[in-house]
């Protein structure tokens, strides 16, 4: 039954993408992967907070698009997602799921060891914390734009030209800080519909994924600007800001000159790291929050 409903809501996701043009045809076929490697999950979460970051993502990709292509041409090219796009937004969260899957598909919590039941509450955090930051570095893009003011860039709090990596303004922030909340609360409510009675019972911790959420959607902004900012180069063409801009194009374009950063890595590679190390944080942070409350009280049981 879970195989049919992934199969049917992976369908129709992917053609209504199709159908609004804000995937490619590779973006889908990446998407149908990521899909169903989240949708067959039995744990409820996993498919919520997927559909909590795309359903949102998408809207605001395409909120006021025509006045963003306006005023920064990279987001005419970017409002179609391809394969790169989409498993830098969900490949890690799609492995995820997978491993997850492997441990404890049709496993009560009740029903597992203490160690057992941690795993499984570490990868449920971490899956919360990559979308969280996924969720917010699209929002603060995609909202933080048409900001009416120019941001600032992260590293040196200089004003700069809208388009540039790295730059951040105060619309962006709490863009950011809503995205990640909204991805939270979507873990929320499906941790709470589908495991309330363990979580009652104290099998499951209480953890509050909406503050989690916006957390860890502001530090995986914060990063990817910061990444943008060093390892990304920003480009001032006439009076606008690029990144997409090979040595051919500058030496054709003439007058080109260097905003911020190096042309080290592209915004796929950027947005992949910077969501991997939020990830990675988080499970850090939980880690050590276990350790300290085992020192502090009890064994669990």
């Not at 409820?44 to 395409?62: D, E, M, P």
């Not at 209480?206 to 990063?223: E, K, N, Q, T």
């Amino acid at each position: 039954m879970r195989v049919c409903f992934a199969l049917l809501l992976t369908s129709v996701l992917c053609a209504s993408a199709l159908r609004r043009r804000s995937l490619s045809g590779s973006g889908a076929a990446a998407a149908a992967f990521v899909g169903l490697a989240t949708a067959s999950n039995d744990n409820v979460l996993f498919t919520a907070v997927l559909l909590a970051f795309y359903v949102t993502s998408t809207f605001w990709t395409r909120h006021q698009a025509q006045l963003k292509a306006k005023l920064d041409p990279a987001f005419a090219k970017e409002s179609r997602r391809d394969w790169r796009q989409v498993l830098c937004n969900g490949g890690v969260g799609a492995l995820l799921s997978l491993v997850y899957q492997w441990h404890f598909d049709g496993r009560r919590p009740e029903d597992l060891s203490a160690a057992e039941r941690w795993l499984m509450t570490v990868l449920v955090w971490a899956y919360v914390a990559f979308y969280a930051c996924c969720a917010a570095d699209t929002w603060a893009s995609e909202v933080g734009s048409l900001s009416s003011n120019w941001p600032v860039l992260i590293t040196t709090l200089q004003l700069v030209p809208p388009g540039t990596n790295g730059g951040v303004s105060k619309l962006g922030l709490l863009s950011s800080f809503a995205g990640g909340a909204a991805v939270g609360l979507a873990a929320d409510v499906a941790q709470w519909a589908q495991y309330s009675s363990a979580l009652r019972a104290g099998v499951l911790p209480r953890l509050p994924y909406i503050m989690a959420g916006s957390m860890f959607g502001v530090l995986g902004s914060a990063l990817d600007s910061l990444l943008g900012a060093t390892v990304q180069a920003s480009y001032l063409v006439g009076k606008r800001a690029t990144s997409d801009l090979s040595p051919a194009d500058r030496a054709r374009l003439g007058g080109v000159k260097v905003i911020c950063g190096r042309d080290l890595l592209s915004n796929n590679m950027v947005n992949a790291v910077a969501s991997t190390c939020t990830t990675a944080a988080a499970v850090g942070l939980l880690s050590l929050l276990g350790l300290l409350s085992r020192r502090g009280g009890p064994e669990p049981r």
